[in-house]
């Protein structure tokens, strides 16, 4: 019969309480419990920058000075491990299982062998049978491994094969735009040849014809001259004649204009202003952001800050795309669109519909500057002090408190939502969607996408670019 095995409380006791395993190198501490002198020094380092030590268990307070290595605690531990491991008991019989019955794939003991249940069956010692498994899972292994050798080659090719397609399709798409734009460069640059060609022979007749109007006037001025030294009897023959003569002729039939020749500029101006926005909108279409992105149909806009709207301690750049706080009060002109209490200014451009993006540098002059920036309904107040929120119809993003750098703040309602960027933010992109209600805010030089403002309600008005603007900041279009 085999040994019996320990009682099952005997396990509480050599167990560690902080890595629920067997004690290893086991330490009594001042309080008596035991732990393994590694657990118990790394809970130490963790915990005393905190204070006094106290035990895990019970709270009481330890020193690590005195930790008492606990050597009959060691033996029990690992007199027990040798009987955990040794031999594991037929649970039918309490008798060592030596034996493996192939046909059942089972461990079984003596007893279990001459039993009918197994009698018929073929058995073969442990060792024998762990040894035969044993080398069929190196088989299986090895044979795992030639097919893991030729898989990763094969899935290494295909993900090149996948990339270089790709390459290939942008280089395409490329060229064929390269194609597409020298094609109509050169139809348009011959168009615009052939018109100044055009204008330069009208322009070298033109001269022919003025220049022979100048002689003639040059010539009629020496005559008319001449004719006022004549005496008077003389001057006044055939004088209604000689005035006839004289009479100013207009000289506006001397230039030859081309027919058509503004409408025909004009086109060419509606064309390349055409090439501007579609180059802005590839433009936008190619930006990428983390886990939003400006879509497709996004126009961009060149904001014009209105200097109507500015608060009287905001000083705007004489180009109007620039703002920051002066701390001179200017006496300008009152008018309903102004911002008496809050230090804002809004865009010239007003939207009711579409999509829209613009972009803004942010110079902080100092570590406590503030500003906000976003879109704000035509309605919002000017006259009194309100919050920056979108309760008050104003949907932004920005620091109108003190923040770390890569700190911000989305003016949600009841709440602030905080921000946290990767890096201090120098120019943001807000873009518009009207129709969706949409307002969201991008790292214009990373393409991060900050915060987005969803089901933002306009309730039908027009809305405008906002900007709030605090000391130490200076916001650039």
């Not at 590694?38 to 009481?60: M, Q, V």
């Not at 094609?183 to 615009?192: H, I, P, R, V």
Request: aromatic share 8%; glycine share 4%; net charge negative.
């Amino acid at each position: 019969m085999a040994a019996s095995s320990p009682p099952a409380n005997m396990d509480e006791e050599v167990m560690c309480p902080i890595c629920m395993e067997y004690l290893e190198d086991p330490v009594s501490v001042d309080c008596g419990h035991n732990f393994c002198r590694g657990c118990i020094t790394d809970f130490c380092e963790k915990w005393e920058a905190c204070g006094l030590l106290k035990c895990p268990i019970c709270r009481t307070h330890i020193q690590k000075e005195n930790f008492r290595p606990n050597w009959p605690l060691a033996n029990v531990v690992a007199k027990l491990k040798f009987l955990a491991v040794k031999e594991k008991l037929c649970e039918k019989h309490q008798e060592t299982l030596l034996l493996f019955c192939k046909a059942d794939s089972q461990l079984v003991c003596l007893m279990c062998e001459r039993s009918p249940e197994h009698k018929q069956h073929a058995v073969v010692l442990v060792e024998e049978a762990a040894h035969e498994y044993r080398e069929q899972i190196k088989a299986q292994v090895k044979s795992l491994e030639k097919e893991k050798e030729i898989l990763v080659p094969q899935k290494l090719a295909e993900e090149i094969a996948q990339i270089e397609a790709e390459k290939g399709k942008i280089r395409s798409a490329f060229e064929r735009m390269r194609n597409f734009l020298e094609e109509k460069e050169g139809f348009w640059l011959d168009q615009l040849g052939d018109l100044e060609k055009e204008i330069k022979k009208k322009f070298q007749d033109n001269i022919t014809r003025i220049s022979q109007e100048i002689t003639r006037i040059t010539y009629l001025i020496k005559d008319m001259e001449e004719k006022c030294q004549q005496p008077a009897s003389e001057f006044l023959q055939n004088i209604k004649r000689t005035m006839s003569r004289y009479e100013k002729k207009s000289a506006e039939h001397l230039v030859d204009h081309i027919p058509g020749l503004e409408d025909r500029v004009h086109i060419y101006f509606q064309k390349n202003s055409a090439l501007e926005d579609t180059m802005g909108k590839f433009a936008g279409s190619v930006y990428k952001g983390n886990s939003e992105e400006l879509n497709d149909g996004h126009l961009t806009v060149k904001v014009i800050l209105d200097p109507s709207t500015a608060h009287p301690s905001l000083l705007l750049s004489d180009d109007l795309r620039s703002v920051r706080w002066e701390d001179k009060y200017q006496y300008l002109p009152d008018s309903p669109e102004r911002f008496e209490f809050m230090p804002c200014v809004l865009g010239c451009e007003k939207f009711s519909s579409g999509k829209h993006w613009w972009e803004v540098e942010v110079e902080e002059e100092e570590e406590r500057a503030m500003w906000a920036l976003g879109v704000a309904k035509e309605s919002v107040a000017r006259k009194k002090e309100i919050r920056v929120s979108v309760d008050d119809g104003i949907f932004a993003a920005g620091k109108t408190s003190v923040l770390l750098p890569c700190q911000l703040g989305a003016f949600t309602s009841p709440k602030t939502t905080p921000l946290i960027l990767r890096h201090p933010l120098k120019k943001i992109r807000i873009s518009l969607d009207y129709e969706e209600g949409q307002v969201g805010f991008y790292d214009a030089e990373t393409n991060d996408w900050i915060f987005t403002f969803h089901s933002a309600s306009f309730s039908g008005e027009r809305v405008l670019p906002y900007f709030w603007v605090g000391r130490g900041v200076k916001l650039k279009c």
